[in-house]
């Protein structure tokens, strides 16, 4: 055996095996197993009554499937301040940014997550700054201040190559970097971990996530600020992913008109990448601030506030990529394009950079939870006969 290398049958612990979080969560686990008074809540307490042991693996699943609703935290009756302060929201929050860090890629890149705010709201200022500062010293003023009108008016200020480049480059990376994080997350966590997915728990998990069903409580929504129940939080969060999602759509499209068809942006107003820009940038716009909005609205107990300044950071982000988006199409036409075009392309480098060392990776990972939970009761109902 050389240096640090294990021995064939060593056990290799699980990364969040001496977290203080993880030892909390177990000591929950046993309140909750024995009480279940929140078993229709969310996926959670069922997945929790159908295990025995809550190793690491087991803690990091269950909290990865937690959505956060803190409904759970409101109906308890060993709440703080009842002696045994169970806080699963908060206690789950601090797991699942653990699990973040623990799974990130490259190795050495789960430090990113401490102090995340900080590191989001600086990326995002000098990425920018270094795109506004690019475009002014390579763009003659003659041509950077003018109306840019017709075909091709874009790249006029940034040449098409130069755009394909950053944007599909720092793309490429988040992807793989999110794409590793997620697998390493995948082999570690619960029971079943090498289980062969099929296509039946693949589409009960992608309804989960398309519907937010863990956000709806037993029907009636969860407790997004205090004791009262409420959709607010899923309906905004709705508009944020599927926002998202269209002016991803917009982009591919607009990829598509360029590359196939021949049609060379900026595209008529009701054009389809357009149309899909602009719906997607204002749901976005909204979901984004709404978002923003209820945390700071919400009942601050049940909340990991250690944690808030990345979230808070990542959807302020968020907001300013599309909040720019939809101005560079206001002002399109006119000398202030250059500048609005720089920015929002700085903007939107220095999220795709962000993407996998941000609160964002929670899509991947509760993605994965989720059909872990539906392998889990596919195979419970089984079981069962
Ligand atoms: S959170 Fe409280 S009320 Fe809900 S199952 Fe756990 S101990 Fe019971
Ligand atoms: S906070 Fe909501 S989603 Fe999380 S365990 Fe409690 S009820 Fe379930």
Redesign the pocket.
Known sequence: MHGTELPRDAVVPHPLELSEHVAEARR?MA??NA?????SYCAV?PAMAMRRDFAAGDLTHLANLCHGCKG??H?????PPHAFG?N?PATFAEIRQESYAAYAWPAGAGKLFERNGTLVSLLAAVITTLALVLVAAIKDPSVLYAPQTGPGAFYRIIPLWLMNLLAGGTFLFALVALTMGGLRYWRATGPGAGAKVTAAPAAEAAVDILTLRNLGGGGHGCNDMDDSFAMTRRWLHHAMFYGFMMCFAATTTGAFYHHFMGWTSPHAFLSLPVQLGTWGGVLLCIGTAGLMWVKTTTDPVPVARRLLGGEYAILALLFLVSATGLLLLAVRHTGAMGLMLALHLGLVLALFVALPYSKMVHGVYRSLALLRNAMERRAAARAAG
Request: net charge neutral; proline share 0%.
């Open positions: 929950h309140v909750c009480c279940r008074y929140c078993e307490f759970c935290y109906a308890c009756q060993y709440a169970i699963l």
